[in-house]
Protein backbone atom coordinates (compact mmCIF):
# COMPACT_ATOMS: atom_id res chain seq x y z
CA UNK A 1 0.00 0.00 0.00
CA UNK A 2 1.58 3.15 -1.03
CA UNK A 3 1.50 6.02 1.62
CA UNK A 4 -0.47 8.57 -0.26
CA UNK A 5 -3.31 7.32 -2.34
CA UNK A 6 -4.34 10.19 -5.25
CA UNK A 7 -6.43 8.79 -7.74
CA UNK A 8 -5.44 10.02 -11.21
CA UNK A 9 -8.09 10.55 -13.07
CA UNK A 10 -8.41 11.77 -15.44
CA UNK A 11 -11.13 14.46 -14.11
CA UNK A 12 -13.24 16.15 -16.66
CA UNK A 13 -15.70 18.84 -15.70
CA UNK A 14 -17.83 22.43 -17.57
CA UNK A 15 -16.67 25.36 -16.76
CA UNK A 16 -18.49 27.07 -13.57
CA UNK A 17 -18.29 23.36 -11.62
CA UNK A 18 -17.09 22.70 -8.54
CA UNK A 19 -14.12 20.32 -8.74
CA UNK A 20 -13.33 18.14 -5.81
CA UNK A 21 -10.14 15.98 -5.16
CA UNK A 22 -8.94 13.96 -1.88
CA UNK A 23 -5.88 12.01 -1.22
CA UNK A 24 -6.21 9.19 1.79
CA UNK A 25 -3.05 8.32 3.39
CA UNK A 26 -1.87 5.71 6.22
CA UNK A 27 1.13 7.89 8.08
CA UNK A 28 -0.45 9.49 11.32
CA UNK A 29 2.62 11.10 11.55
CA UNK A 30 1.53 13.32 8.80
CA UNK A 31 0.92 17.23 10.45
CA UNK A 32 1.42 19.02 7.40
CA UNK A 33 -0.15 18.96 3.86
CA UNK A 34 0.15 21.03 0.64
CA UNK A 35 -1.76 21.18 -2.66
CA UNK A 36 0.19 22.07 -5.78
CA UNK A 37 -1.05 22.68 -9.34
CA UNK A 38 0.94 21.77 -11.87
CA UNK A 39 0.56 22.76 -15.56
CA UNK A 40 2.23 20.89 -18.17
CA UNK A 41 6.33 21.10 -18.83
CA UNK A 42 6.22 23.42 -15.50
CA UNK A 43 7.60 23.05 -11.74
CA UNK A 44 4.58 22.34 -9.35
CA UNK A 45 3.37 25.26 -8.00
CA UNK A 46 2.01 25.72 -4.10
CA UNK A 47 -1.95 26.30 -3.68
CA UNK A 48 -3.00 25.46 -0.18
CA UNK A 49 -0.75 24.62 3.08
CA UNK A 50 -2.03 23.88 6.16
CA UNK A 51 -0.80 22.83 9.40
CA UNK A 52 -3.05 20.08 11.67
CA UNK A 53 -6.50 19.55 10.82
CA UNK A 54 -8.71 22.08 9.80
CA UNK A 55 -10.55 24.05 6.80
CA UNK A 56 -8.67 27.15 4.96
CA UNK A 57 -9.93 29.24 2.30
CA UNK A 58 -7.85 30.84 -0.14
CA UNK A 59 -10.08 33.04 -3.14
CA UNK A 60 -12.21 29.95 -5.26
CA UNK A 61 -9.99 27.20 -3.30
CA UNK A 62 -10.65 25.57 -0.06
CA UNK A 63 -8.69 22.94 1.09
CA UNK A 64 -9.74 20.75 4.28
CA UNK A 65 -7.85 17.80 6.61
CA UNK A 66 -9.66 15.46 8.36
CA UNK A 67 -6.55 13.50 10.77
CA UNK A 68 -9.11 11.13 12.27
CA UNK A 69 -10.15 9.95 9.10
CA UNK A 70 -6.61 10.08 7.12
CA UNK A 71 -8.32 12.19 4.60
CA UNK A 72 -7.24 15.80 3.02
CA UNK A 73 -9.83 17.17 -0.13
CA UNK A 74 -9.38 20.42 -2.24
CA UNK A 75 -12.55 21.94 -3.56
CA UNK A 76 -12.11 24.52 -6.54
CA UNK A 77 -15.49 26.71 -6.94
CA UNK A 78 -16.34 28.52 -10.06
CA UNK A 79 -13.80 26.37 -12.23
CA UNK A 80 -11.83 27.76 -15.32
CA UNK A 81 -10.58 26.48 -18.45
CA UNK A 82 -7.33 28.07 -16.57
CA UNK A 83 -7.90 25.61 -13.45
CA UNK A 84 -6.84 22.56 -16.10
CA UNK A 85 -4.02 21.04 -14.63
CA UNK A 86 -2.62 18.32 -12.78
CA UNK A 87 -2.80 18.42 -9.04
CA UNK A 88 -0.79 16.58 -6.30
CA UNK A 89 -1.38 16.44 -3.30
CA UNK A 90 1.55 16.40 -0.54
CA UNK A 91 2.22 15.74 3.03
CA UNK A 92 5.28 15.38 5.73
CA UNK A 93 5.69 14.80 9.29
CA UNK A 94 8.17 17.30 11.17
CA UNK A 95 10.84 16.52 8.86
CA UNK A 96 12.01 17.94 5.41
CA UNK A 97 10.90 14.61 3.32
CA UNK A 98 7.12 15.03 1.52
CA UNK A 99 5.35 12.30 0.66
CA UNK A 100 3.05 13.00 -2.63
CA UNK A 101 0.31 11.64 -4.58
CA UNK A 102 0.13 10.35 -7.71
CA UNK A 103 -1.34 13.33 -9.00
CA UNK A 104 -5.03 13.76 -10.30
CA UNK A 105 -5.43 15.40 -13.99
CA UNK A 106 -8.10 18.15 -13.89
CA UNK A 107 -9.36 18.92 -17.45
CA UNK A 108 -12.39 22.25 -17.48
CA UNK A 109 -14.33 22.14 -20.57
CA UNK A 110 -14.96 26.02 -21.88
CA UNK B 1 6.19 33.44 -10.97
CA UNK B 2 8.14 31.13 -8.74
CA UNK B 3 11.17 32.80 -6.83
CA UNK B 4 13.23 29.79 -6.83
CA UNK B 5 15.00 30.36 -10.34
CA UNK B 6 16.73 26.95 -12.25
CA UNK B 7 18.63 27.49 -15.27
CA UNK B 8 18.87 26.03 -17.53
CA UNK B 9 15.48 25.46 -18.76
CA UNK B 10 16.72 22.80 -21.25
CA UNK B 11 19.43 20.95 -21.66
CA UNK B 12 20.70 18.66 -23.94
CA UNK B 13 24.36 16.57 -22.87
CA UNK B 14 25.76 13.18 -24.37
CA UNK B 15 26.70 10.44 -22.39
CA UNK B 16 30.04 11.57 -21.85
CA UNK B 17 29.40 14.86 -21.05
CA UNK B 18 29.97 17.36 -17.86
CA UNK B 19 27.38 20.01 -16.91
CA UNK B 20 25.84 21.74 -14.15
CA UNK B 21 22.01 22.99 -13.29
CA UNK B 22 22.19 25.49 -11.18
CA UNK B 23 19.13 26.96 -8.39
CA UNK B 24 18.97 30.73 -7.08
CA UNK B 25 16.68 31.60 -4.14
CA UNK B 26 16.46 35.14 -2.51
CA UNK B 27 13.56 34.06 0.41
CA UNK B 28 16.00 33.51 3.35
CA UNK B 29 15.31 29.76 3.29
CA UNK B 30 17.60 27.70 4.74
CA UNK B 31 16.29 24.46 3.06
CA UNK B 32 16.82 23.84 -0.06
CA UNK B 33 16.35 20.24 -2.28
CA UNK B 34 16.66 18.65 -5.68
CA UNK B 35 13.85 16.74 -6.68
CA UNK B 36 13.64 14.41 -10.12
CA UNK B 37 10.19 13.94 -12.32
CA UNK B 38 9.53 11.57 -15.15
CA UNK B 39 6.31 12.36 -16.80
CA UNK B 40 2.97 11.75 -15.07
CA UNK B 41 4.76 10.87 -12.01
CA UNK B 42 5.12 13.05 -9.04
CA UNK B 43 8.18 14.66 -7.71
CA UNK B 44 11.58 12.20 -6.46
CA UNK B 45 13.60 13.27 -4.00
CA UNK B 46 17.16 13.41 -4.67
CA UNK B 47 19.10 15.92 -2.18
CA UNK B 48 18.00 18.10 1.18
CA UNK B 49 20.36 20.43 2.02
CA UNK B 50 19.84 22.23 5.57
CA UNK B 51 21.75 25.04 6.99
CA UNK B 52 24.25 24.39 3.55
CA UNK B 53 24.85 20.64 5.10
CA UNK B 54 23.81 18.09 3.12
CA UNK B 55 21.29 16.19 5.54
CA UNK B 56 19.17 13.79 2.87
CA UNK B 57 20.56 11.61 0.34
CA UNK B 58 18.22 9.36 -1.15
CA UNK B 59 20.64 6.33 -2.63
CA UNK B 60 21.21 8.46 -5.88
CA UNK B 61 23.99 7.24 -7.96
CA UNK B 62 27.20 8.82 -7.67
CA UNK B 63 26.80 10.42 -11.39
CA UNK B 64 24.85 13.13 -9.77
CA UNK B 65 26.87 15.61 -7.46
CA UNK B 66 25.24 17.82 -5.17
CA UNK B 67 26.79 21.08 -4.36
CA UNK B 68 25.23 24.10 -1.73
CA UNK B 69 27.70 27.03 -2.60
CA UNK B 70 25.84 29.41 0.30
CA UNK B 71 22.66 29.48 1.70
CA UNK B 72 20.83 30.99 -1.66
CA UNK B 73 22.71 28.71 -4.41
CA UNK B 74 22.57 25.01 -5.14
CA UNK B 75 23.90 23.42 -8.14
CA UNK B 76 23.94 19.89 -9.09
CA UNK B 77 26.64 18.70 -11.06
CA UNK B 78 26.05 15.85 -14.29
CA UNK B 79 28.54 13.28 -15.30
CA UNK B 80 28.24 9.88 -17.14
CA UNK B 81 24.67 10.21 -17.54
CA UNK B 82 22.10 7.41 -18.93
CA UNK B 83 19.47 8.08 -21.08
CA UNK B 84 17.30 6.92 -18.57
CA UNK B 85 18.09 9.93 -16.50
CA UNK B 86 16.53 12.36 -18.87
CA UNK B 87 13.57 14.08 -16.82
CA UNK B 88 12.62 17.02 -15.38
CA UNK B 89 15.14 18.65 -12.61
CA UNK B 90 13.19 20.52 -9.99
CA UNK B 91 15.25 22.87 -7.21
CA UNK B 92 12.65 23.71 -4.08
CA UNK B 93 13.19 25.82 -1.05
CA UNK B 94 11.20 25.42 1.65
CA UNK B 95 10.46 27.57 4.75
CA UNK B 96 10.73 26.56 8.77
CA UNK B 97 7.37 25.28 8.88
CA UNK B 98 7.37 22.95 6.10
CA UNK B 99 6.18 25.21 2.76
CA UNK B 100 7.61 23.81 -0.18
CA UNK B 101 8.06 26.42 -3.06
CA UNK B 102 9.21 24.86 -6.51
CA UNK B 103 11.12 26.25 -8.91
CA UNK B 104 9.96 25.95 -13.06
CA UNK B 105 12.61 23.27 -13.22
CA UNK B 106 15.29 22.10 -16.18
CA UNK B 107 14.42 19.38 -18.58
CA UNK B 108 17.21 17.39 -19.55
CA UNK B 109 17.85 15.45 -22.32
CA UNK B 110 20.69 12.13 -22.32
CA UNK B 111 21.06 11.09 -25.84
Known amino acids: QKEVEQDPGPLSVPEGAIVSLNCTYS??????FMWYRQYSRKGPELLMYTYSSGNKEDGRFTAQVDKSSKYISLFIRDSQPSDSATYLCAMSPNDYKLSFGAGTTVTVRA | DTEVTQTPKHLVMGMTNKKSLKCEQHMGHRAMYWYKQKAKKPPELMFV???????INESVPSRFSPECPNSSLLNLHLHALQPEDSALYLCASSTNNGELFFGEGSRLTVL
Open chain 2, 49 to 55: YSYEKLS
Open chain 1, 27 to 32: NSAFQY
